[in-house]
T-cell receptor, first 115, second 111 residues
Framework: GAGVSQTPSNKVTEKGKYVELRCDPI?????LYWYRQSLGQGPEFLIY????????DSGLPNDRFFAVRPEGSVSTLKIQRTERGDSAVYLC?????????????FGPGTRLTVT | QKEVEQDPGPLSVPEGAIVSLNCTYS??????FMWYRQYSRKGPELLMY????GNKEDGRFTAQVDKSSKYISLFIRDSQPSDSATYLC???????????FGKGTLLTVNP
């Protein structure tokens, strides 16, 4: 079946601009996660949704970052006033509600470059 | 001290070699230990996971966890050029959903 999809695959934006990154989880997966992977680093947790609500947003670096999942399926990660330090690959993962931590399925990521 | 430490390499081996990849962690509350493989410009894919201590084998791959020394390992036997990728260790504890990753080790298997 279809895996997690993310769009766009690449995004180049200028410093100070606003960007939106989209994640389509695997059908039926109620849990959704965002991670950020900087160059040469492992993914870092940003936020976790169970259904429509953000159950844990402790990984969001500051208030320029915000994520929504209004209908419990597709999620959008929004970054305001982008900075060069935001350049990274943004990964989305999804899982079933009572899945173990090893059952997160990752998408291919969106590579964000802030110039 | 970071929660998970992993030597980023790079590691280059000839085809057929045994590869050993390792991570250390600091929080004894972690219970799940995972290894992911990540090809260039792709998302991580789960290779193996272990709950608590012990060994787990799957084909050419063996995962080991030593909770007393907070040390996890992945062994790859008879390595193949198709194993060339970045290998990430990840751990999870009480929250059971938040994965904490190591930096990843870039492995190249030369034919």
């Amino acid at each position: 079946g279809a895996g997690v999809s993310q769009t766009p695959s690449n995004k180049v934006t200028e410093k100070g601009k606003y960007v939106e990154l989209r994640c389509d989880p695997i059908s039926g997966h109620t849990a959704l996660y965002w991670y950020r992977q900087s160059l040469g680093q492992g993914p870092e947790f940003l936020i976790y949704f169970q259904g429509t609500g953000a159950a844990d947003d402790s990984g969001l670096p500051n208030d320029r970052f915000f994520a929504v999942r209004p209908e419990g399926s597709v999620s959008t990660l929004k970054i305001q006033r982008t900075e060069r330090g935001d350049s990274a690959v943004y990964l989305c993962a999804s899982s079933l509600r009572l899945a173990g931590p090893y059952e997160q399925y990752f998408g291919p990521g969106t590579r964000l470059t802030v110039t | 001290q970071k929660e998970v430490e992993q030597d980023p390499g790079p590691l280059s081996v000839p085809e057929g070699a045994i590869v050993s990849l390792n991570c250390t962690y600091s929080n004894s509350a972690f219970q799940y230990f995972m290894w992911y493989r990540q090809y260039s410009r792709k998302g991580p894919e789960l290779l193996m996971y272990t709950y608590s201590s012990g060994n787990k084998e799957d084909g050419r791959f063996t995962a080991q966890v030593d909770k007393s020394s907070k040390y996890i390992s992945l062994f790859i036997r008879d390595s193949q050029p198709s194993d060339s990728a970045t290998y990430l260790c990840a751990i999870s504890g009480g929250s059971n959903y938040k994965l904490t990753f190591g930096k990843g080790t870039l492995l190249t298997v030369n034919p």
